[in-house]
């Protein structure tokens, strides 16, 4: 059973450009975390998503950030016109569902924005 | 303050036992978890606790909950040099997002 898959490792975008990170979670799982780190500090809650569902996105940049996770296919964080700012390591975590308490985190995404 | 802290770093011999402390503000805090995080790599859930319990034991592991102080401890007996990594404690509130603190980094020295 593989765990979360996240792709690329690392990218590199120049200002202005769009970012796509993927996440792909483990087999079974339903519900899928998206959190950012910057250099040392911990992880930052962006948004909660189910099949087709946004629940929460309430740790969500106002604009140019969006995320989906459709019926068939990975999760994607969506980042237009990216800034220096963005340049993070952004992780993907998936659980099963209600009543399971455990996340489990892929191995991240580092973006570079130059 | 922020929500969930810890101390940033931690350094302790070989075989010795490190303690990691963690504190928290939001009493309806209802699983705690320990994360430990190696370099360049995601995070590995080590262990959770459920807020009625006070302390929870696995292998070289053991959890601390004090709930009355909202602390949150980390002990790893016989530390290796393989423990060195970054360690997170995180907590779940109403919402079923985790809330992290900034990580304690382990350091051990041979």
């Known amino acids: 059973n593989a765990g979360v898959m996240q792709n690329p490792r690392h990218l590199v975008r120049r200002r202005g450009q769009e970012a796509r990170l993927r996440c792909s979670p483990m087999?079974?799982?339903?519900?899928v975390y998206w959190y950012r780190q910057l250099p040392e500090e911990g992880l930052k809650f962006m948004v909660y998503?189910?099949?087709?569902?946004?629940?929460?996105e309430s740790g969500m940049p106002k604009e140019r950030f969006s995320a989906e996770f459709p019926k068939e296919g990975p999760s994607i964080l969506r980042i237009q016109q990216v800034v220096r700012g963005d340049s993070a390591a952004y992780f993907c975590?998936?659980?099963?569902?209600?009543?399971?308490?455990?996340?489990?985190f892929g191995s991240g995404t580092q973006l570079s924005v130059l | 303050g922020e929500d969930v802290e810890q101390s940033l770093f931690l350094s302790v011999r070989e075989g010795d036992s490190s303690v990691i402390n963690c504190t928290y503000t939001d009493s309806s805090s209802t699983y705690l978890y320990w994360y430990k995080q190696e370099p360049g790599a995601g995070l590995q859930l080590l262990t959770y606790?459920?807020?009625?319990?006070d302390m929870k034991q696995d292998q070289r592991l053991t959890v601390l909950l004090n709930k009355k102080d909202k602390h949150l401890s980390l002990r790893i007996a016989d530390t290796q040099t393989g423990d060195s990594a970054i360690y997170f404690c995180?907590?779940?509130?109403?919402?079923?997002?985790?809330?992290f603190g900034s990580g304690t980094q382990l350091t051990v020295l041979p």
């Open positions: 606790i459920f807020s009625n319990m």
């Open positions: 998503l189910q099949k087709e569902n946004i629940i929460d």
């Open positions: 995180a907590r779940k509130g109403s919402a079923r997002q985790l809330t």
């Open positions: 087999k079974g799982h339903s519900h």
């Open positions: 975590a998936s659980s099963p569902g209600q009543g399971d308490e455990k996340l489990f």
